[in-house]
């Protein structure tokens, strides 16, 4: 494809039959290498499952293929102002003094440069190194002003999965403090009026082998928020050595962020992005239905 193509669908069938019927000159290995390389676009989300159903309504888009426009995770959602990723675990999310190269938003500025170098790619919010889950770019630095200026109430729900050491903690509960960064950059909670106050819910979702899985929603973006939290519950987010964690039995910090619902600048409706659980959390919780998307299907 050397141009970006939008059809729209005006009858159900399968996706693959769909591009095989729509795109012309392609055989039907050359449409599934569009799919697996993340060209095809339903409703603006990225498509890789061949016999997705498609419905009347529905658009399909077919991106341009350039050299080196591969990502190296996946991409949840792309229009022509927002691009949402799933941030794989010790992957920066911007670069440091000493890492500049290897961060999400330079491999997926080069990847959008490599489709057309004419595009721009701004920060709108950050994960920790060691989180996984949803990160947000856009590609316009009006919209990403838009966002930031007003972020904790555009911002509808943050929700994270944490895995914490421990299982005695209380079905649910409430974590408010104010946070504060220490020189060797721990952050805790002030006893004073200092900090920024910060505020984490949680619910038990599962107890299992000395750990609980917990389901968390900020109400303020604070660095390190849950992780300050959790350890001064006395349940450290397992492998997180920074703030108590005695275990990691993941190999990896327990904490992603698995959706993010926010109300779009650009019309005032709301927008929701999931990322599926990393499948270390599964493994240590198999089998639970909090894993289920709202359709019924499991998220991996």
């Known amino acids: 494809m050397k141009k970006e193509t939008h059809f729209p669908v005006e009858e159900p069938t399968s996706l693959l039959d769909f ?62 102002d927002l691009l949402v990723i799933h941030k794989p675990a010790g992957l920066l999310s911007v670069s ?61 729900k943050r929700g994270y999965w944490a895995v914490a050491e421990g299982e005695d903690l209380p079905d649910n509960g409430v974590c408010r403090s104010q946070l504060i960064e220490n020189k060797v950059h721990r952050v805790y909670s002030s006893t004073g009026s200092r900090g920024k106050e910060a505020i984490t819910r949680y619910t038990v979702l599962a107890r299992r082998k000395g750990y609980s899985l917990l389901e968390l929603e900020l109400d303020t973006g604070r660095k390190n928020q849950i992780r300050a939290h959790l350890a001064e519950l006395g349940h450290p987010v397992a492998g997180d050595a920074k703030y108590g964690a005695r275990t990691d039995p993941m190999a990896r910090l327990g904490l992603h962020a698995f959706q993010l619902s926010l109300i779009d600048p650009r019309d005032e409706k709301q927008l929701s992005f999931t990322a599926p659980p990393p ?21 991996l």
């Open 19 to 80: 591009l095989l019927s729509h795109v012309e000159g392609q055989s039907r290995n050359s449409v599934k290498h569009l799919l697996s390389r993340g060209q095809v676009l339903v409703d603006n989300v990225p498509q890789r499952q061949f016999d997705r159903p498609l419905s009347p309504g529905q658009a399909v888009t077919v991106l341009p293929h350039a050299k080196g426009a591969v990502l190296p995770f996946p991409l949840l959602y792309e229009d022509k």
């Open 96 to 156: 440091t003094d000493t890492q500049k190269n290897r961060t999400a938003y330079r491999l997926t500025a080069d990847y959008l440069r490599a489709r057309d170098p004419r595009t721009r790619l701004f920060v709108v919010h950050r994960l920790d190194r060691d989180t996984s889950g949803v990160l947000l770019f856009s590609k316009e630095p009006e919209l990403k002003e838009a966002l930031q200026k007003d972020w904790n109430n555009r911002a509808k």
């Open 279 to 299: 499948h270390e959390f599964c493994r240590m919780f198999p089998h639970h239905p909090f894993f289920e998307s709202p359709s019924g299907g499991f998220l």
